[in-house]
């Protein structure tokens, strides 16, 4: 290996490095996120605090993931595609680290739901949860695979868990003002409802940032839609 290989060679090392503590991440949060949804709709607390113990260690890669990216950007100075995988790597940790404390918060609710009265059975919490399970799924699978179709599926799926969440908050307040014995539970559904809700946003920005790895393109708040609508507009103007 020649003197100018080495470097390159430890470079690449490190990065693969970078990616393997990311992917413990992911799993890590993808387990505390499905504990968590678990342990509220068979309303069994037992697991809530081990998934809070375990988020430790969620908080613990997001730091050496950080500390990797700088050394990697400051030592090496990367360019093109290797720029664009640390800065992904960087932003998807951050996102991981978020959903790992929406997980604990939906743990803490299933264990103050447990001493509540039982509503009856919520069609639209149990697919609100199920979907967004599938979508931190599919975004995750999506940045190791490198996938730019799947995360595209992701960001559009997030529709469908905001309107499941307006019909759970509506169909809450109605419990609650019909039967205030039930406002205590209903309070922690809209709890976890939000928290759920926010996974779901944090998967599309996973899935945001794949496309932008994969592709170097920006889809960010409707940024592709208006990269179409623009070159459309040019085109009639030719």
Known sequence: MTTE????????????TLQKRLVEMAGVVESLVGRAVTAVLTRDPSSAADIIAEDNRVDELEVEVDERVVELLALHQP??????QIITSNKVANDLERVGDH?????????RLADTQPLPELRELTEM?????????????????????TARMVCITDDRVDDLRRSLFRILVTHMLEDPK?????LEL????????????????????????VEGRTIKHGAEVHQVTDAGEDDELV
Not at 5 to 16: A, M, N, T, V
Not at 79 to 84: I, K, V
Not at 194 to 207: F, G, H, K, M, P
Request: charged share 25%; aromatic share 4%; no cysteine.
């Open 190 to 213: 809209l709890l976890v409802s939000q928290n759920l809700e926010r996974v779901a946003d944090l998967s599309t920005n996973i899935s945001e940032d794949v496309v932008f790895l």
């Open 5 to 16: 290989q080495k470097p390159r060679r430890h470079f690449h090392d490190e990065l693969d």
């Open 103 to 111: 997980a604990v918060n939906i743990a803490k609710a299933a264990r």
């Open 79 to 84: 360019m093109a595609s290797d720029l664009r």
């Open 129 to 149: 949860a199920q979907i967004t399970r599938e979508m931190l799924a599919d975004a995750l699978a999506a940045y190791v695979t490198r996938n730019a179709g």
């Open 182 to 186: 039930r406002i205590g539970g209903a």
